[in-house]
């Protein structure tokens, strides 16, 4: 048997795999909430105690860089290692990879129904390489190139990259942030994280007035960007600060998108991954963020034929570590 895990800042994804059900029918998977939790191994022993077999390999994707075989969660207290890890599960065979490094390997598995296109005009190569970048609690972009009998996965830290303004009111929300943040990366701005910035950004600014009844239900919550989110996507539109907030991070996102398009020039498709995306459709289906992922100037035209997908599926990163467990580790 394969266990394989989806590590975040917010959640923590397990499953169990087999060679004969292959990488997207777990024999069983359950959720746990991350910082419920003192470590990964904790949770891993919980999760199997009720299992008799023995677990031949395990491959985790986890939210922050890998590096010796030891793994620091970026937006959770943890240090991930893998040798302790294989000695909570009594086997030598354990990998850990980037959570998009996961993604990546379990995009060549996607059906038509696992996404939605946002440029129809897009024409996929077939062996070109694909990009994927994803906004959840953070910001995690990686890319796929061919091996010649498969596609590889690469991962990256290109969410932590230097925010670039492409406008004035970016500029200043640039200017805003530089007051908080000693850098501001795209992660600041383009991310679960990164949305409650952009809000106090026109709040405080006098951009965008806070609503009484929307102060207080924010100072309800722990974390507010579920709460801006679901305001900004209401038919009613009657909340400019959140519809403010969620058009701003969409123009961002289409920027730094398109940045990455022209950095690896992705022929083989451009793909949103993360918790965000499927859940503000609607809002990326009205085109601000096509218009700004084309924005390029002179080199727009290298992108207006580049496939562009969102991810609906929403265990992609479990997927492609398990992905990686039967058939790469």
């Given at each position: 048997?394969?266990?394989?895990?989806?590590?975040?800042?917010?959640?923590?994804?397990?499953?169990?795999?087999?060679?004969?059900?292959?990488?997207?029918?777990?024999?069983?998977?359950?959720?746990?909430?991350?910082?419920?939790?003192?470590?990964?191994?904790?949770?891993?022993?919980?999760?199997?105690?009720?299992?008799?077999?023995?677990?031949?390999?395990?491959?985790?994707?986890?939210?922050?860089?890998?590096?010796?075989?030891?793994?620091?969660?970026?937006?959770?207290?943890?240090?991930?290692?893998?040798?302790?890890?294989?000695?909570?599960?009594?086997?030598?065979?354990?990998?850990?990879?980037?959570?998009?490094?996961?993604?990546?390997?379990?995009?060549?598995?996607?059906?038509?129904?696992?996404?939605?296109?946002?440029?129809?005009?897009?024409?996929?190569?077939?062996?070109?390489?694909?990009?994927?970048?994803?906004?959840?609690?953070?910001?995690?972009?990686?890319?796929?190139?061919?091996?010649?009998?498969?596609?590889?996965?690469?991962?990256?830290?290109?969410?932590?990259?230097?925010?670039?303004?492409?406008?004035e009111l970016e500029i200043d929300l640039l200017r805003y942030l530089m007051q908080k943040y000693e850098r501001v990366s795209y992660e600041r701005v383009c991310s679960g994280i990164g949305i409650p910035n952009?809000?106090?950004?026109?709040?405080?600014?006098?951009?965008?007035?806070?609503?009484?009844?929307?102060?207080?239900?924010?100072?309800?919550?722990?974390?507010?960007?579920?709460?801006?989110?679901?305001?900004?996507?209401?038919?009613?539109?009657?909340?400019?600060?959140?519809?403010?907030?969620?058009?701003?991070?969409?123009?961002?996102?289409?920027?730094?998108?398109?940045?990455?398009?022209?950095?690896?020039?992705?022929?083989?498709?451009?793909?949103?991954?993360?918790?965000?995306?499927?859940?503000?459709?609607?809002?990326?289906?009205?085109?601000?963020?096509?218009?700004?992922?084309?924005?390029?100037?002179?080199?727009?035209?290298?992108?207006?034929?580049?496939?562009?997908?969102?991810?609906?599926?929403?265990?992609?990163?479990?997927?492609?570590?398990?992905?990686?467990?039967?058939?790469?580790?």
């Open positions: 048997m394969i266990l394989a895990g989806d590590i975040g800042g917010t959640k923590t994804a397990l499953g169990i795999y087999s060679y004969e059900k292959g990488m997207r029918s777990p024999l069983f998977s359950k959720t746990f909430p991350s910082a419920n939790y003192a470590n990964l191994e904790a949770i891993v022993t919980e999760f199997c105690a009720p299992f008799k077999f023995e677990i031949e390999k395990a491959a985790f994707g986890v939210a922050g860089p890998v590096s010796g075989g030891k793994a620091k969660i970026t937006n959770l207290p943890w240090i991930i290692d893998k040798d302790h890890l294989a000695n909570a599960l009594n086997t030598p065979s354990v990998a850990l990879l980037n959570d998009l490094e996961a993604i990546a390997w379990s995009i060549p598995s996607l059906e038509k129904n696992d996404m939605y296109a946002l440029n129809n005009r897009g024409n996929t190569v077939q062996g070109g390489t694909i990009a994927i970048i994803a906004p959840g609690t953070g910001l995690g972009e990686a890319f796929l190139i061919w091996g010649g009998t498969r596609y590889l996965a690469q991962s990256s830290e290109g969410g932590h990259g230097d925010f670039a303004p492409t406008s952009i809000y106090n950004f026109f709040k405080d600014s006098g951009r965008a007035e806070e609503p009484e009844w929307l102060a207080r239900e924010v100072a309800k919550t722990k974390d507010p960007t579920p709460l801006i989110v679901k305001i900004a996507l209401k038919k009613d539109g009657n909340c400019p600060i959140c519809s403010a907030t969620l058009d701003m991070f969409i123009s961002i996102l289409g920027s730094e998108a398109g940045n990455m398009a022209l950095k690896i020039l992705p022929s083989g498709g451009v793909y949103l991954g993360g918790g965000i995306p499927p859940r503000i459709l609607p809002a990326l289906q009205k085109g601000l963020f096509m218009e700004k992922f084309l924005h390029k100037g002179r080199m727009s035209h290298l992108l207006v034929n580049m496939p562009v997908n969102v991810i609906l599926k929403t265990d992609t990163a479990l997927t492609g570590a398990a992905y990686y467990g039967l058939e790469i580790l």
